[in-house]
């Protein structure tokens, strides 16, 4: 599992659990992770071969827990939009779980997912 948080201007604005195959991924670090800077995807496609094909989400109003409201500086209870995504290579073999966590103050949720 990976915990991420995606900040815009120097403020938090996205706490990320993501799951994925421990097998698959072999040797990926939070250090990997980090020295990689592009995005997740890229990484797990170029240096691991696998490609993501397809997704679905859903996406929910919630309020915020107390490990949300940590990771994004926020009040417990501040509003949030949880999108829960599962991520699919070929044949249908499901590589991720994401479950993700947005601040909606003054941004919208955009996704392209191809």
Do not use: C
């Not at 992770?33 to 696998?50: F, I, Q």
């Not at 599962?86 to 994401?98: G, K, L, Q, S």
């Not at 966590?101 to 919208?108: D, E, M, N």
Request: no cysteine; aromatic share 12%; net charge neutral.
């Amino acid at each position: 599992m990976i915990h991420r948080l995606l900040d815009f201007a120097g403020s938090p604005i996205v706490f990320d659990e993501i799951w994925l195959p421990g097998a698959r991924f072999k040797g990926l670090t939070a250090e990997r992770l980090n020295a990689y800077g592009g995005p997740l995807y890229g990484l797990l496609e170029t240096e691991y071969g696998t490609r993501m094909i397809r997704a679905s989400e859903r996406l929910k109003a919630v309020a915020a827990e107390a490990d949300q409201a940590r990771w994004l500086d926020v009040a417990v209870g501040a509003p949030l939009l949880l999108s829960e995504r599962i991520t699919m290579t070929y044949a249908d073999r499901p590589v991720e779980v994401r479950r993700g966590w947005y601040l909606t103050r003054g941004y919208h949720y955009f996704d392209e997912l191809n």
